[in-house]
C-alpha cells in the first residue's frame, strides 16, 4: 500500500502532475530561468548606477552651482544700482518734465533701454541668443506698431527685451501689456514709471480691466511719445491655457491647436480703437508695407511675432537669471500687416485674430518638425538673420549703472 501524500505538500503537488510511465520533467536550469532580483537587491543595483553617474557629473554639476549662485549675486546688485540710480534720476529730472516733457521722456526712455539691455545682457553672457526670421522690422521702428506676440513661459518677456535693443528708439518708445502680478516684481518700480499697463485676468476683472487700459492709453500712450505696444493675445501661458482654449474650440467649432491657444480680443480691439487714427470717410488710415516713406498719424502696423524654443523647451526666467541650462537659441519671427488691412469690427476682428494664431500653429509646427521656420510665399527658402549685442555696449552701460550706484 501507498501512503497518499498530505494535500498542500510539495509532493501532493508532484503527484498531481505525475503520468504513468512517464518520467516526471526535469527541473528548469537556473542559467536559462534565473528568478528575477529581489526588490531589494534592484533597488541597490539601480543606486549603485546612479551613485555612478553622480560621481561622474559631480564637478561639472558644481561649477553649475557655483555659476548660477555668482550670477544670482551680480544680478542682485545690478538691480540695487541700476534701479535705485534710475528712480533717483527720475526724481532729479522732474523740473524738465515741468519745463520740457518730451525731453524729459526721451531722456526716461533712453535710461529705459539701458536697463532692458542689462536684462537682455544675463540671458546673453549665458549664451541664450536669438535668430530672427521673416520680415525686417527695423524699417517701421519709427512708426507706431503692435506686437501680437505668442506667450509659452516668463523667459518671452526677456527675449523680447534682447531681439528688440537693435531696434532703434523701440525699446525707449515702448509700452508692455502685462500680467498685474509683475507689478510686484524688482522691475515693477520701474514700469509704472514709465507707463506699461498692468493687467488682472479673469471674468470677474474683464471688463474692468479695458476701460482702465482704455483711460491709460489716452493719458500716457501719445503724452509720452510711446511708439510700439507689446500685446500677448492669449492672456497668458500656453500650459496653462492650452485645455481652456481646446475645450472652447471644440465648442465653438473652431481649429483645434497645440502649440498656442485662440486669443482674446478685448485688449486689441481697444488699443486699436484708441490708436488708430480715421481718414475723411471712417477707414482706417496706416502705412502700406511696400511703401515705407508714407508716413500717417496714429498707428500703422501690426507685426505678428511668433516665438519658438528648440524642442518646444521654452526659457523660464529664473533660467534667464541663474543660467543653469546649456546656450540655447531661440527663434522669433516676424510678420507686418498695414493697419488698413485690419478689420476693426468686433467679429471681423476676431476672425483676422484667430487666422493668425492658426497661421502661428503651422509656423511652430514645421519648425519643431524640421528646425526653421516654412519660406515666405513665393521664396525657395527662409532667410534668418543672427541677433547680435554689442559687449562694448553692454560694459558701457553696466559700468554707467555701478558708477550712479557708487555715486
Known sequence: MTATPRPGTPAAAAAQHRVPGRRPPAPPSPALHR?????????RTVSNVRMAVTLEEAPWLGWILVKALMRFAFMVANNLVAISSYICYVIVL???????????????GIMYKWLLGMVASWGWYAGYTVMEWGEDIKAISK?????????????????????????GLVVAQMMWLMDHIFKYTNFGIVSLIHGDFFIRQGK???????????????????????????????????????????AFAKKNNLPFLTHVTLPRIGATKII???????????????????????????????????????????????????????????????????????????????????QRFIEK????????????????????????????????????????????GYM
Open 94 to 108: 522732474q523740473p524738465l518734465r515741468l519745463l520740457d516733457s518730451k525731453r524729459f521722456w526721451y531722456i526716461e
Open 143 to 167: 512708426d507706431e506698431a503692435v506686437m501680437l506676440v505668442n506667450h509659452q513661459a516668463t523667459g518671452d518677456v526677456c527675449t523680447l527685451m534682447m531681439c528688440l535693443q537693435d531696434k
Open 272 to 354: 486699436l480703437n484708441a490708436l488708430v487714427a480715421r481718414q475723411e470717410n471712417g477707414s482706417p488710415a496706416g502705412g502700406d508695407a511696400k511703401e515705407l516713406d508714407s508716413r500717417s498719424k496714429g498707428l500703422q502696423w501690426i507685426i505678428d511675432t511668433t516665438i519658438a524654443y528648440p524642442k518646444a523647451e521654452p526659457i523660464d526666467i529664473q533660467t534667464w537669471i541663474l543660467g543653469y541650462r546649456k546656450p540655447v537659441v531661440t527663434h522669433v519671427h516676424y510678420r507686418i500687416f498695414p493697419i488698413k488691412d485690419i478689420p476693426l469690427e468686433t467679429d471681423n476682428l476676431a476672425d483676422w485674430l484667430y
Open 204 to 246: 470677474s476683472h474683464r471688463d474692468q480691466q479695458l476701460l482702465l487700459l482704455k483711460k491709460h492709453l489716452e493719458n500716457n500712450y501719445r503724452n509720452r511719445d510711446r511708439k510700439w505696444i507689446v500685446l500677448f493675445p492669449e492672456g497668458g501661458f500656453l500650459r496653462k491655457r492650452r485645455e481652456t482654449s481646446q
Open 35 to 43: 528568478p528575477p532580483p529581489a526588490p531589494a537587491e534592484k533597488d
Open 361 to 404: 500653429e503651422d509656423l511652430l509646427s514645421h519648425f519643431y518638425e524640421t528646425g526653421a521656420f516654412p519660406p515666405p510665399k513665393g521664396h525657395e527658402e527662409a532667410v534668418s538673420r543672427e541677433m547680435t549685442l554689442s559687449n562694448t555696449w553692454l560694459f558701457l552701460i553696466q559700468s554707467f549703472a555701478f558708477l550712479s
